[in-house]
């Protein structure tokens, strides 16, 4: 029963674009959302974060967005670049608490030059 | 500033043998949580510690695991009596307080023969 849904296995992007993933998520209760980056043979890596209150959350070329009636929310970066080539998790919570975040299986984003 | 440190980060075993996997959280961090990544999957929740606590652990195995985080030294998960389905990576994270981001480490790569 998969909570937390990342429904596209892979992304092709052209270098400069904008590459959008997408989440969305069955239980009401979460209020807290995150983004991490893997790597091969590496850990996650923290990339941004939206709480329940706000729609929108913005850090460099990475935004966040949050529509909780559709309980769907997206990461867009803009421009993309090779280095964003990865695995991309979507990760949630429930009473702000990071105790147990609840991971999607992943998007792997490719950006060609 | 190193970050979360994980040991060994590849380990094989045989069926029946023990599996014995480490983590160093970042400094000042005293919250540690241990996820498991089967293949094509995303990262699921197995236990979170704070020193010498279990905090919540909803997401163990009830026979053959174990997690403790004691006083001193690295937090230990445990794996007794491995089976082939244990093959996975074992990621640890840590933050420093219990609504703060989570940092992983690198990951253990258990092969169960």
Redesign the interface.
Known sequence: DQQ?K?NSPSLSVQEGRISILNCDYTNSMFDYF?W?KKYP??????LI?ISSIKDKNEDGRFTVFLNKSAKHLSLHIVPSQPGDSAVY?C?ATIG???????????TKLSVKP | NAG?M?NPRHLVRRRGQEARLRCSPMKGHS?V?W?RQLP??????MV?LQKENI??E??MPKERFSAEFPKEGPSILRIQQVVRGDSAAY?C?S?IG??????????TRLLVL
Do not use: R
């Open positions: 937390v990342q995150l991490y043979a590496e850990g996650p890596t923290f974060s998790f990760a702000g608490s990071q105790g147990n975040l609840i991971f999607g299986k992943g | 979360v994980q919250h949580y996820y094509e999957e995303g990262l699921k929740f979170y905090i919540d909803s997401g990621f994270a933050s219990a609504q703060e981001t989570q940092y992983f480490g690198p990951g």
